[in-house]
């Protein structure tokens, strides 16, 4: 079955830097969609940033230009590079995919889009 195991979370200072992993399994990486998506107290599930099958990438707003996605197939690994973070970033960060591959149209951005999920690991900025 699908497993997802995220890692690399913890607490750092703010201007730091820190890097998720994402240890996937149980389904084919080169034909889904993958994301991070993140979710802080009180507050709904955030898209951070995503890889089309293409490996085209998008990101949101608030961490353009800080934040970068990439993946290893050969590891079967996701990643998600954290520069530059901010308090605002502090939350549970979730890797996700999305497989079978949503259709073209899909918004890969948004939470609901994926069908896999971690446990999630917690990213604290003070």
């Known amino acids: 079955h699908v497993q997802l195991v995220e890692s690399g979370g913890g ?4 201007g730091e ?3 998720l ?3 996937t399994s149980g ?4 034909t889904s969609c993958v994301a991070w998506v993140r979710q802080a107290p009180g507050k709904e599930r955030e ?4 890889m089309w ?3 085209s990438t998008s990101y949101a707003n608030s961490v353009k230009g800080r934040f970068t ?3 290893d197939n050969a590891k079967n690994t996701l990643y998600l590079q954290m520069n530059s973070l901010k308090p605002d970033d502090t939350a549970t960060y979730y890797c996700a995919a ?3 591959a949503p259709p073209y149209w899909a918004n890969v951005m948004a939470a609901g889009t994926y069908n896999h999920w971690g446990q999630g690991t917690q990213v604290t900025v003070s």
């Open 11 to 14: 607490s750092v200072q703010a």
């Open 17 to 19: 830097s820190r890097r």
């Open 21 to 23: 992993s994402c240890v």
């Open 27 to 30: 389904y084919t990486s080169t």
């Open 47 to 50: 898209g951070v940033a995503s």
């Open 53 to 55: 099958i293409d490996g």
């Open 69 to 71: 996605i990439s993946k």
């Open 98 to 100: 999305a497989w079978p």
